[in-house]
């Protein structure tokens, strides 16, 4: 079976003080985790740009900064975040420090992300029976999404689609029929359990159902998260069917497992995935599944 390729998802707008303190914050600390992760199986990274004390840093010189320090010290791939909650940013603005970066072979990502539709991403506080907030929206506009098509193509880079729900995936084969998309589509299944309730739920039911929809006749490869709960449980049906595993503390501080480390959670996946007579694949090998130049 092809080989299995493994994201690390180190941190998110994951804080330490949530239950861990092995998760990433400076650049030099995300870089050194790169290496952990690399070492442990993965072969991309995905990464959210912090400052120091963990708030979300959102200058593209910190990008630039992070992206230049793990390319230094590892092959791992490279996936930044767009940024999360995108308010009244245009299409431009949310997408000039990818573009910039992929300019200077020293800081060009791999990956640049495509949420292919919008969704609500307001907390739920499950126990107080409320919302944390009640206005935050991930929007993502049709004509978003074919400008960020176009110009991911152009500056060279991959682009890492990602689906909420099933609406997000038919979006996906859309696309691909217009060519603004070429295959292998990369497709990344996002499960959300417990805080966010705007994806599927993370269990096999939640899974399948994205499955049952991915684009008839395309050559999709595709992986799966669970933001904000726990991927272990769904880990082995992942691996066994064809599919990628994306996890890291970023989604989830994993608990059950006392204090891991990111590198800890991409090791257990190799380990599952040999058991189930999957290798792991480095980051050239991954380039090659995903079509990559
Ligand atoms: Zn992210």
Request: with cysteine; proline share 5%.
């Amino acid at each position: 079976m092809r080989k299995l390729i493994i994201e690390a998802r180190v941190n998110e707008y994951m804080l330490r003080e949530q239950g861990n303190p092995h998760v990433p914050y400076t650049p030099e600390e995300i870089a050194r985790d790169a290496v952990a992760c690399r070492d442990a199986g993965a072969s991309i990274l995905h990464f959210h740009a912090r400052k120091p004390d963990g708030a979300p840093d959102h200058e593209a010189a910190s990008y630039a900064e992070t992206v230049r320090r793990i390319r230094a010290a590892s092959d791992i791939l490279v996936h930044p975040t767009l940024g999360y909650v995108t308010l009244d940013a245009t299409p431009e603005a949310r997408l000039a420090h990818v573009i910039a970066m992929a300019k200077d072979p020293a800081t060009a990502p791999h990956f640049a992300p495509m949420d292919m539709g919008s969704v609500n991403v307001d907390r739920y506080n499950a126990q107080g029976r409320r919302f944390e907030t009640t206005e935050l929206v991930y929007r993502n506009s049709t004509g978003t999404l074919m400008h960020f098509a176009k110009e991911i193509r152009g500056a060279g880079l991959k682009p890492y689609l990602v689906s909420w729900t099933v609406g997000f995936t038919r979006y996906v084969g859309a696309f691909m029929e217009m060519g603004l998309l070429d295959e292998p589509g990369f497709l990344c299944l996002c499960l959300t359990d417990n805080t966010f309730l705007g994806g599927h739920p993370g269990t096999l039911r939640g899974l399948q159902a994205h499955l049952d929809f991915l684009p008839e006749g395309r050559h999709i490869e595709w992986t799966v998260v669970n933001f904000g709960g726990n991927l272990f449980a769904l880990a082995a049906a992942i691996i066994a069917q064809g599919g990628h595993i994306a996890i890291g503390l970023g989604d989830y501080t994993y608990s059950e497992l006392g204090q891991p480390t990111n590198a800890d959670l991409i090791r257990r996946i190799g380990e599952i995935a040999r058991d189930l007579g999957r290798e792991v694949a480095t980051p050239e090998e991954a380039r090659a599944i995903l079509g990559m130049r």
